[in-house]
């Protein structure tokens, strides 16, 4: 009860809560990786910022993710496949946008800048010729001691494979488009409650 009053229904008309949904494992990767996106908005008096367990409150996410499917039908939600996502909260004019690694609004920039990639000439081949490729291709980068990473404006299909350390890689650019007002709002009739 104390959470949900705190962080949904208690809140003031403009002000929004930006949650991070995690389990006690991912926790302490996590943690430190919102807090570093999220930094930067620490002092804007209408955002409040929290994380919740996957494990206490996943029957609260299905009933919240339900009301934005319509209708009654069935939903299974692996409780891993939920870590790392976050979830902006407008208490007030109920609604909420999501964001999560492999969630296809995330990846819609990309796509353009791939495209238009092209049309500036950033995309001929005789420019990949070094070690490094150009990373808004996507291209692997080598790194300093011989790995491969894979850059942060790789395109993610579905089959990918995104390790816990790399959920949040993203956010930082989630969180521009969110406070540009660019994000995809999912209004709700009502808030569910049972939030622990």
């Known amino acids: 009860g104390e959470t949900y009053n705190g962080l949904i229904r208690l809140l003031k008309p403009g002000c929004r809560t930006i949650v991070l949904l995690c389990d006690n494992s991912s926790k302490t990767k996590l943690l430190p990786q919102f807090y570093k996106a999220v930094h930067p908005y620490r002092k804007n008096k209408t955002l409040m910022f929290a ?11 299905k009933k919240l993710l339900l009301q934005t499917l319509g209708g009654e039908r069935e939903l299974n939600i692996n409780p891993k496949n939920c870590i790392g996502t976050v979830i902006s909260i407008n208490g007030f004019r109920k609604y909420f946008c999501v964001y999560h690694a492999k969630h296809p609004e995330n990846n ?42 894979v850059s942060d404006f790789s395109s993610i299909n579905n089959n990918d494979v995104i390790f816990e350390n790399n959920l949040l890689n993203g956010l930082p650019n989630w969180l521009d488009k969110l406070f540009d007002g660019s994000t995809t709002r999912y209004y709700i ?8």
Do not use: C, T
Not at 189 to 196: D, G, L, S, T
């Open 51 to 61: 994380f919740l367990l996957v494990e206490k409150n996943i029957d609260w996410y």
């Open 108 to 149: 819609i920039p990309l796509r353009r800048l791939e495209e238009n990639g092209e049309f500036l000439g950033l995309n001929e081949a005789n420019e990949n010729s070094g070690e490094e490729s150009d990373v808004e291709s996507g291209m692997l980068v080598q790194n300093q001691n011989g790995g491969n990473n």
């Open 189 to 196: 009739n009502f808030w569910p409650e049972h939030m622990k």
